[in-house]
């Protein structure tokens, strides 16, 4: 796809995709997310993203939700453990008000004490609720056995107690040391020139001090495998299978994505959503996931099921496991897998908000970005061998961590 990179003096970057439609889409990435906190500090990040649509040095809550909602337009944002993302979709016309709006909640945010407290109210019900789905929070938890004693393994939303003594000199610490202006992507996708685009962004962003990059973060030790049963008050048990695995910049990262997606990712088609509850009806909900980050990865499975019949489903699990490692996938299998891959990469490109925040995403990680060819060249080039390595270094059972939420007996 064709794309436009435009750099202010200080740092941060437009990312223009040129789309004929009369919808638009646009984000703001900062890199910056839960991992750059202090234990003290957990759900800080968070807790910002909440906080920009507070109150700005010029708009009130109402004034900043209505601000794109009035013209029909969508505005959302997360955190991840890396970064914080502000999105929008609008039509055409609402393009300089989008671009001013990220300016005015982003940079010039006020967080006053009154607007703090009653969103930390707001987050711990949140905190509250995410602790009453297990299937959720069973992955923040084995987060916590994978990347022990490292901020990857903390939950975003922080804990009651950290989140309750957050104050506006930990917002305005934070902001400081880390938005970085040269790790900043404003992204925009839609029916505009190049020139038009650059001129209502650079209105709105070279006024931004510059606060250049400094890399403070530190890659987490390699994790002790760790089996581990909680007992909860639940009805149906749950059990995350995994361990770290390659980084965003791993030579193999590419053939674990395919890996995961053959093992079980989208699609019911899936090995293990075959066999396990398919074929033996074992489990409703079973699912695997690789998360590669900057200097480090994870590669999870999750699976639900009663409690009779954890063991039956972790046994099966694992002799997929053994079956992959032992009998490599022939070059038939592998381009089949291939085939599977490139075909739901391709329908993703149907999702254009999602498009321009990966796109968005590639720039502040590889400083540039693949096209969709390129994408499935290096999809096409990864070879049974790789696979076979792949299969063997992440799926051995004796370097897997496990946790299981089992009901209180």
């Known amino acids: 796809m064709e794309y436009n990179v435009h750099t202010l ?32 500090q957990a759900g800080l990040a968070h807790f910002i993203e909440h906080l920009i649509f507070k109150r700005t040095e010029k708009r009130n809550t109402n004034q900043i939700l209505n601000r794109l909602e009035s013209v029909g337009a969508d505005l959302n944002a997360y955190t991840t453990k890396e970064y914080t993302c502000i999105h929008a979709s ?10 001013e709006l990220f300016n005015d909640i982003v940079f010039h945010s006020t ?28 992955y923040d938890d084995f987060e916590d056995i994978v990347f022990a004693d490292h901020p990857l393994g903390r939950n ?3 804990t009651t107690e950290s989140v309750e003594k957050l104050s ?11 938005y970085h202006t040269d790790k900043i992507v404003v992204a925009v996708l839609g029916d505009y020139s190049l020139a038009k685009a650059v001129k209502i962004f650079t209105k709105y962003y070279e006024e931004i001090a510059a606060n ?39 030579p193999f990262k590419t053939g674990l994505l395919l890996l995961n997606n053959l093992l079980c990712g989208t699609g019911m088609s899936s090995i293990l959503n075959l ?24 590669f999870t499975l999750y699976f639900g099921t009663d409690k009779e019949k954890v063991n039956r489903a972790q046994s099966l699990i694992y002799k997929e496991f053994k079956k992959i490692r032992e009998n490599p996938l022939t070059e038939v299998q592998l381009q089949k897998a291939k085939n599977k891959f490139i075909g739901q990469i391709a329908l993703g490109e149907e999702n254009r908000i999602g498009l321009i925040v990966s796109m968005a995403k590639s720039l ?41 939420f089992y009901p209180l007996a």
Do not use: W
């Open 111 to 138: 967080f006053p004490e009154e607007e703090m407290e009653k969103e930390k109210g707001v987050i711990l019900d949140e905190i509250a609720s995410y602790l009453d789905q297990p299937e959720e929070a069973i």
């Open 212 to 250: 250049l990059h400094q890399n403070n973060r530190k890659a987490p030790a390699q994790s002790q495998v760790i089996t581990r049963i909680d007992q909860k008050p639940i009805m149906q048990a749950h059990t995350m299978i995994g361990s770290t695995a390659y980084s965003l910049h791993h």
């Open 275 to 298: 066999q396990i509850r398919e074929k033996h009806g074992i489990a409703y909900s079973i699912e695997s996931g690789y998360s590669p980050l900057s200097d480090t990865g994870i």
């Open 364 to 404: 502040i990680d590889y400083d540039k970005i693949d096209s969709l060819e390129t994408v499935f060249q290096k999809i096409q080039a990864v070879n049974t061998q790789d696979m076979a390595q792949i299969a063997d270094e992440i799926l051995d059972e004796k370097n897997l961590s496990v946790l299981t």
């Open 9 to 40: 003096p200080n740092g941060i970057r437009l990312l223009h995709v040129p789309s004929a439609s009369a919808i638009s889409h646009a984000c703001i990435i900062i890199n910056s997310g839960s991992r750059d906190e202090t234990e003290s």
């Open 156 to 158: 975003i939303l922080g």
């Open 168 to 178: 506006q000199q930990d917002i305005k610490d934070f902001i400081a040391a880390n």
């Open 90 to 99: 609008f039509l055409h016309p609402y393009l300089d008000r989008t671009l």
